[in-house]
Each structure stands twice: as structure tokens, then as C-alpha cells.
Nanobody
Framework: QVQLVESGGGLVQAGGSLRLSCAAS?????????MGWFRQAPGKEREFVARISWTGGSTYYANSVRGRFTISRDNAKNTVYLQMNSLKPEDTAVYYC???????????WGQGTQVTVSS
């Protein structure tokens, strides 16, 4: 079992940056999971943002954020990060951390952190 807690969200102007953190806890081995970020805007379905492999050597991004966002992980700290640069109002959403045993499986979700980008 894994518990995920996001932090780092807030209000930022367009063009600004934020770094989200996701701290994992529990008896499960953090390093054995693919980690990812999803987001959900009001009235829209949750969408994939980025994911990272067990060792951090492989990453994948949604086209909408590629080149602006960077996902990373520190297995020693049981933490995954999402560095968000050049933020746009369209990035406004609740951002959720997720853990999965494969790229096709999401087993755990965090509670989410709000990111609001003003025009």
C-alpha cells in the first residue's frame, strides 16, 4: 500500500513557474512503481500529464506540456516532482500524483493540489 501527498500548488501568473512535489509513504517499495502526474480542470475529465520509470531514466509527457514540464524522482526521498515552467492559463487544474505497477496501470492516487495560472 502506498499513500501519496502532493504539495507545491498555488497561484502564479502566466509565464511563471511552480514545482509540485509528491511524497510517498507506506510499506510498499516506492522505487518499484512508475510515477506520474495527471490533472483535472473543472468540468473536464482527468488527463495524463507525465510519467517516469522506476529509475527515472525514462520519461513521457503529454503533448500539451512537453518542453515546459519536467518530471523527476528521488527514490531515496520517496518523492516525485513536477517542475512546471512557462505556465499558461490552460494549465489551471487540480494536479494529482499517481503510482502504478506499469505504464498501463494506476494503483494509487494522491488527493490533488490546486494550480491556478492567471492571465
Amino acid at each position: 500500500q502506498v499513500q501519496l501527498v502532493e504539495s507545491g500548488g498555488g497561484l502564479v501568473q502566466a509565464g511563471g513557474s511552480l514545482r509540485l512535489s509528491c511524497a510517498a509513504s507506506g510499506r510498499s517499495t516506492f522505487s518499484r512503481y512508475f510515477m506520474g502526474w495527471f490533472r483535472q480542470a473543472p468540468g473536464k475529465e482527468r488527463e495524463f500529464v507525465a510519467r517516469i520509470s522506476w529509475t527515472g531514466g525514462s520519461t513521457y509527457y503529454a503533448n500539451s506540456v512537453r518542453g515546459r514540464f519536467t518530471i523527476s524522482r528521488d527514490n531515496a526521498k520517496n518523492t516525485v516532482y513536477l517542475q512546471m515552467n512557462s505556465l499558461k492559463p490552460e494549465d489551471t487544474a487540480v494536479y494529482y500524483c499517481a503510482a502504478g505497477s506499469s505504464t498501463a496501470t494506476t494503483d494509487y492516487w494522491g488527493q490533488g493540489t490546486q494550480v491556478t495560472v492567471s492571465s
